[in-house]
């Protein structure tokens, strides 16, 4: 839609910064002339904090300005500047000092879209999905929440993602980017709606707020506390929404003496006992966040449907303490049972499934790849046997011997190394013998079950291009869940939210003047 001059003095009233104003009193009269040479004039009156515009002369002037239309669009537009008109001629102003002032009185102008392009845009919703009618307002960043959200909203949930205009989600700047989106950010935002509003103001709060009415769910993830101070803690919105579920995500939870502590996925992992049993090796960070993604992602699912249900049956909403350092601790209920019933503490090449068996291992091959051996079964390690014609290892696979069972690992090893990855992983799948060969990152997509399993999508970003991400884990048969679209620009779907929101254009334009919210993808 191409900016009119009158647009640009309709837009005054919205654009004035009345704290700034004080006692103020001006009039300025504007005569512009168009491409036809017709005059175009407008008084613009400040009194009282107020300001009024109006398309005629009137009173005594404080200043005159006289210039083209065009000009003049260019200056508000941030095409060229006034001291450039100025000393070109094209513009001229006979109090230059009033002018100033006025200038500072007024937020930049920014174009305003049609009533019609919001109402048009209000249509990207989910359209199918065991959770479609669900409404999530989600105030997580980084990995663990937004990775939460994604799929809830892949599975149908109406996901707003709530960034400030000056406090976005800071996935968004990590490195790599492509097309100005981190990778990172792709990953883990699809199928979800972008509102960019600043939550710290009023007039940001006040919507939100309204948001909540409608709200089902509220996802949020800072360290205990934040959100208090923003009047938006779980006690605050209740009373708004006794049916509010409110789920927050922290590293160590809302107790505890390291509650208010920072942490990251080592952290957690580490806390609770995931890098541990390295009696004969230092420990090895995970090329995959642990903590994030099976502490905070998949625990803030069940959180959301655990407490969706228990709402179904008593009519109350709920406060979720979701702690990733919690909910990665379960990953080691193997370890910590043996360790409580004996006393010690598992090694990571004695543990029962952890490389303390030669029949659930890894081997080194021909081809320096690596496969994955996997007949923990006594009858999978037996026809593993038979084929490779060693029948007198198949009472090998429960050795207690340390010796007796490192030189049988010896044995086995020399036996991987004979031939090449593909060669063993060919014969596993055509046997059935639970062997794989250890795929680096560039193997998954070409992988035929993970391609039968629609694992991996391919999406079009409107500024990345053709972007990849990984599908939807969870088949239903009745209610299909699908990545709806590819994650979205900052601010994208600020418009159509805030005018199903009840917003008038004029106050949303208000708003975007004032720097309380963004649109269209900026940043």
């Not at 300025?28 to 005059?39: G, I, P, R, Y």
């Not at 709200?215 to 919105?237: C, H, N, T, W």
């Not at 051996?373 to 006594?378: N, S």
Request: net charge negative.
């Amino acid at each position: 839609m191409n900016t009119t001059i009158q647009d640009i003095f309709k837009a005054l009233p919205q654009r004035f910064k009345a704290d700034k104003a004080k006692d103020y009193q001006g009039i300025f009269h504007f005569v512009l002339e168009t491409a036809q040479a017709q005059s175009i004039y407008f008084t613009v009156e400040i009194a009282a904090g107020k300001c009024t515009v109006s398309d005629a002369l009137h009173g005594e002037p404080t200043c005159s300005i006289k210039s083209d239309t065009q000009t003049y669009l260019d200056i508000e537009l941030g095409n060229t500047t006034a001291q450039e008109a100025i000393l070109s001629g094209k513009i001229n102003i006979d109090n230059l000092a009033e002018m100033m002032h006025f200038s500072k009185l007024f937020h930049r102008y920014s174009p305003a879209e049609s009533h019609q392009a919001l109402v048009g845009a209000a249509s990207r919703k989910p359209t199918g999905g065991p959770l479609k009618g669900l409404k999530i307002l989600d105030f997580t960043r980084l990995l663990p929440g937004p990775l939460a959200t994604m799929m809830l909203a892949d599975m149908g949930a109406e996901v707003i993602k709530i960034e400030a205009p000056n406090f976005y989600d800071y996935a968004r700047d990590f490195p790599p980017h492509k097309g100005g989106e981190s990778a990172g950010y792709l990953a883990f935002n699809r199928s979800k709606r972008s509102l960019s509003l600043d939550y710290t103001t009023p007039e940001g709060k006040a919507i939100i707020l309204d948001m909540v009415k409608e709200a089902d769910i509220l996802i949020e993830q800072f360290r205990p506390g934040v959100m208090k101070k923003m009047g938006l803690d779980y006690e605050s919105l209740q009373k708004i929404n006794p049916k509010i579920i409110y789920v927050a995500i922290t590293g160590y939870g809302q107790t505890g003496p390291y509650a208010q502590l920072a942490g990251h996925d080592l952290n957690y992992i580490t806390l609770a006992g995931l890098l541990s049993g390295n009696q004969n090796e230092a420990p090895r960070i995970p090329i995959v966040q642990m903590a994030d993604i099976a502490g905070g992602s998949y625990m803030s699912i069940i959180a959301c449907l655990s407490a969706v249900y228990a709402l179904q049956k008593t009519g109350k909403g709920q406060f979720v303490d979701v702690s990733m350092m919690d909910g990665v601790m379960p990953l080691s209920v193997n370890a910590k049972a043996l360790q409580w019933m004996t006393g010690k503490n598992v090694q990571r090449d004695e543990g029962f499934l952890s490389g303390g068996l030669i029949n659930y291992n890894i081997y080194p091959t021909k081809d320096e790849r690596y496969i994955a051996l996997g007949t923990l079964e006594t009858k999978f390690w037996d026809k593993f046997c038979e084929i490779i014609k060693k029948p007198d290892w198949k009472n090998r696979m429960f050795e207690q011997d340390p010796a007796k069972s490192q030189a049988h690992k010896a044995e086995l090893t020399a036996l991987f190394k004979t031939q090449t990855a593909s060669y063993w992983s060919e014969m596993g799948l055509e046997h059935d013998l639970l062997i794989n060969t250890v795929y680096e990152q560039d193997e998954i997509d070409k992988d035929p079950q993970v391609i039968a399993r629609e694992m991996v999508i391919e999406q079009e970003h409107p500024t990345a291009g053709k972007i990849k991400s990984i599908g939807v884990p969870l088949k239903f048969s009745e209610t299909k869940a699908t990545p709806s679209w590819a994650p979205p620009l900052l601010g994208e779907d600020t418009l159509a939210i805030l005018t199903e929101a009840g917003l008038s254009p004029e106050m949303i334009q208000m708003l975007a003047n004032k720097g309380v919210l963004k649109m269209q993808g900026e940043k």
